[in-house]
């Protein structure tokens, strides 16, 4: 997820895929709002959860955590899990930008601000979806991401003894 959020690797293969494969302007509103582009970036994540899964799996079953740190990676798995699906997802009906505005509406703005959307000028989407996408959307990422960086702290700082150093540097092998 890290190599994600600072490299776009999603946006950078899916336009790819879309522009040299099938054919779209990726530039386009088209392949913006396109199935393809979803499908596309949901299997991308995919391929991303499956490796994840596998390091979830082997520090789970090497009982490397404590309790109270498996909880906090496992919530760091699910709220990338929520985040990236959310984005993968959010132009199936517009629901991101018809969140992104009831949510702008009723608890940013609370009635306090006397803004009309149709003032605002957008880049291609509504001020909702620049809401989801910038305010809601990576502060669940920052969550996530301080909770997995908590964990992986612990565990590379608090081992109790050599038998959990030495199953740490085996899992690597």
Request: with cysteine.
């Given at each position: 997820?890290?190599?994600?959020?600072?490299f776009?690797v999603?946006?950078?293969?899916?336009?790819?895929?879309?522009?040299?494969?099938?054919g779209?302007?990726?530039?386009?509103?088209e392949?913006?709002?396109?199935?393809?582009?979803?499908?596309?970036?949901?299997?991308?994540?995919?391929?991303?959860?499956?490796?994840m899964?596998?390091?979830?799996?082997?520090?789970?079953?090497?009982?490397?955590?404590?309790?109270?740190?498996?909880?906090?990676?496992?919530?760091?798995?699910?709220?990338?899990?929520?985040?990236?699906?959310?984005?993968?997802?959010?132009?199936?009906?517009?629901?991101?930008?018809?969140?992104?505005?009831?949510?702008?509406?009723?608890?940013?703005?609370?009635?306090?601000?006397?803004?009309?959307?149709?003032?605002?000028?957008?880049?291609?989407?509504?001020?909702?979806?620049?809401?989801?996408d910038?305010?809601i959307?990576?502060?669940?990422?920052?969550?996530?991401?301080?909770?997995?960086?908590?964990?992986?702290?612990?565990?590379?700082?608090?081992?109790p003894?050599?038998?959990?150093?030495?199953?740490?540097?085996?899992v690597?092998?």
């Amino acid at each position: 997820m890290y190599a994600e959020d600072c490299f776009n690797v999603r946006h950078v293969t899916s336009a790819w895929l879309g522009e040299y494969v099938l054919g779209y302007d990726v530039t386009s509103m088209e392949w913006r709002r396109s199935l393809s582009r979803t499908v596309i970036e949901l299997a991308i994540y995919v391929a991303m959860a499956a490796v994840m899964a596998v390091a979830y799996l082997i520090i789970w079953r090497q009982r490397l955590l404590s309790k109270w740190q498996m909880t906090f990676f496992t919530g760091g798995y699910l709220f990338y899990g929520i985040a990236t699906f959310a984005s993968a997802s959010r132009n199936i009906g517009d629901w991101y930008a018809k969140v992104g505005t009831w949510l702008f509406e009723h608890l940013a703005a609370a009635y306090s601000l006397p803004w009309q959307g149709s003032d605002i000028i957008h880049y291609q989407d509504p001020l909702g979806f620049w809401w989801m996408d910038y305010v809601i959307e990576e502060s669940v990422e920052l969550l996530a991401a301080s909770l997995l960086a908590s964990a992986g702290i612990y565990l590379f700082s608090h081992s109790p003894d050599e038998e959990t150093h030495s199953r740490i540097a085996q899992v690597g092998h």
